[in-house]
């Protein structure tokens, strides 16, 4: 039975918010997760001190009105945050909800919001306006991105659909995070007969791997030749361990010689993946293909949804992340 999940939800009130939340029927969520729907309220409220009262004990105008804005944001980013869990509710009756507001900034809010209650995902959405000063536009998502210790969800916000097979794109480089990324796909909860397509670029650039007395003596580029023999290998690796902890999906893989982030963005675009999958870093010196700011770089431009997965604090490599 999978493990339900924490899930925190970065919520503006705008179209595209809801969108991200109609999009997580296709994340795989497990039946019975807890939710936490945020709205941040970017303010700072002055102190009810003495620093703020005149000798008279009157308090200026000027600090009135501050404090009469402040609660006026608050009051309407409660009634947003009420509202999209509202929507939550609705869409995964199963999962426990709960409204939340903040003071601070929305990516600050979101980041300490996941570490204070251990989520283990967040969901922002891209926008490009919001009721409340576009809250969730492109910079607080990178941001989110960066500083996140979680995995993290950036949502293109495709809508709702029947319930119906996915197709999962997974960035694969021979990692620990790209390993994390491929069994969070294992661990989730997929409609029947879903597709999962491992992805793995073998960057021209990449001169180093394997050594001349392994090459082809007759072949032009022997280095190129055995990185794409040793990054196949893994993916194909990759592709059984898959196969072997979700016997229900449908596996197939993809390599290809290139960019690491144009190979992944342009083979999930051409097979028309639902979603992305990449951890958010590659450390292995062996094998470092694919990730690292590639997985920013995917989720920025990828035609839908992207998932950056983390190592969980406890693993040794994500101390270096």
Known sequence: MPRPMKVLIGYDGAASADRAIEDLA?????DGSEAIVLTAADLWLLPADEAT?????RVPSVVQES???????LEEADTIAKKGAERVKALFPTWQVTAQTSTDSPAWALVLGADAW???LIVVGLNRGSSIRGLFMGSVSQLVVSEARCAVRVARGQGAEPARPLRLAVGIDGSSQSDAALRTVAERVWPPNSDVRLIAAVDPRMQSVGSQESADANTANPHDNYAVATVTQ???DAAATLRRLAPALTVSTFVEVGSP??????????WGADSIFVGARGLNRRARFLLGSVSSAIAARAHCSVEIIRLPLSHPESQAE
Not at 53 to 57: A, L, R, V, W
Not at 67 to 73: H, K
């Open 26 to 30: 296709r994340a795989g969520i497990p």
């Open 261 to 270: 982030k144009q190979i992944v963005l342009q083979e999930a675009e051409r």
């Open 67 to 73: 404090r009469a804005a402040a609660a006026s944001m």
């Open 53 to 57: 009262t005149q000798p008279s004990g």
């Open 234 to 236: 893994i993916v194909e």
């Open 118 to 120: 251990e989520a283990d």
